[in-house]
């Protein structure tokens, strides 16, 4: 059964006391590998940094792993971390379930899957239900580039845009990487990708994203009710934003260990404010964020 145990208070009074100095592993003590998604990778290497200079006898080794091996090692116990926005999909709650597998699972942070467009780009804002035609091939008005089925993007188009779906009229790329440097090629293409992953804008611009509401607030000019928001982390706590991933930390490891240490940081206020600095939302603790006017 999976089981969200939210244990931060304890192991944060574990570090305090310092009750296992004698043992030769501890939550700040031991070696430890960490699998990360693609998608949260540049975070979490800095996440490390900060956590090795506070912990010296604590090795943490990070491995770069696609969603879906990520998520098949934590769950057989060969990787104690893994880190990513993915899921578990009913195939692999079944399995827990049946084989009694104890994963402990944590909140991160929360990722905007941002919408893209060259520069000169005459489009500053789209509706998801653009976005969902336009990907079904039912809207020609738009053309989309996006990342291969095995990383977390994809997931979340397929998932919560397209209802279960496959896309039918997009051009895939490998990463979000290749999304960025196609689109910054110019041209009348969009590309969705993780918004933390993007270290240079320049060459691109950030589309305001809304969906249709019940409640009017901006009617358009069309009759729709339409609230438009850019991938900032104060809309996506607030929930305005509406293409938004929450990342999970998945554990499997009950004992005091580095594993539960460095889980402990990453949702602590420091790593926490380490998350929000890569435009990512922290979901474990209150952080103050200013939002854009």
Request: proline share 6%; hydrophobic share 40%.
């Amino acid at each position: 059964m999976i089981k969200s145990a939210f244990i931060i208070l304890v192991l944060t009074a574990i570090f305090i006391t310092g009750c296992q100095k004698e043992s030769k592993v501890s939550p700040t003590k031991g070696h430890l590998t960490v699998e990360v998604d693609p998608s949260v990778y540049p975070v979490i290497v800095k996440e490390k940094a900060a956590f090795d200079s506070l912990y010296k006898e604590v090795k943490v080794n990070l491995k770069e792993v696609d969603p879906m091996q990520g998520m098949v090692n934590v769950i057989n116990g060969n990787s104690k971390v893994f880190i990513s926005p993915r899921y578990f999909n009913k195939k692999e709650i079944d399995f827990i379930n049946k084989e009694k597998i104890n994963i402990q699972t944590f909140k991160f942070c929360y990722l905007a899957c941002a919408v893209i467009a060259p520069l000169n780009s005459p489009t500053d804002k789209i509706r998801v239900d653009e976005i969902k035609d336009a990907l079904m091939g039912n809207l020609k008005n738009y053309s989309f580039v996006i990342p291969q089925s095995n990383t977390a993007t994809y997931q979340y188009i397929q998932e919560e845009i397209l209802d279960g779906s496959s896309p039918k009229d997009a051009e895939i790329v490998p990463t979000d990487n290749d999304v960025l440097k196609k689109i910054s090629e110019g041209g009348n293409k969009l590309g969705i990708l993780s918004f933390n992953t993007v270290q240079d804008s320049s060459k691109i611009k950030f589309l305001q994203v809304g969906q249709i509401e019940k409640k009017i607030t901006k009617p358009e000019k069309n009759g729709l009710d339409v609230n438009y928001f850019t991938p900032h982390p104060g809309f996506l706590i607030k929930k305005y934003y509406p293409l938004s991933q929450t990342v999970y930390i998945y554990l499997h490891e009950l004992l005091l260990t580095p594993a539960s240490g460095f889980t402990t940081f990453l949702t602590s206020y420091e790593g926490q404010k380490i998350a929000l600095r890569e435009n990512l939302a922290p979901a474990a603790v209150p952080v103050r964020i200013n939002e854009p006017q």
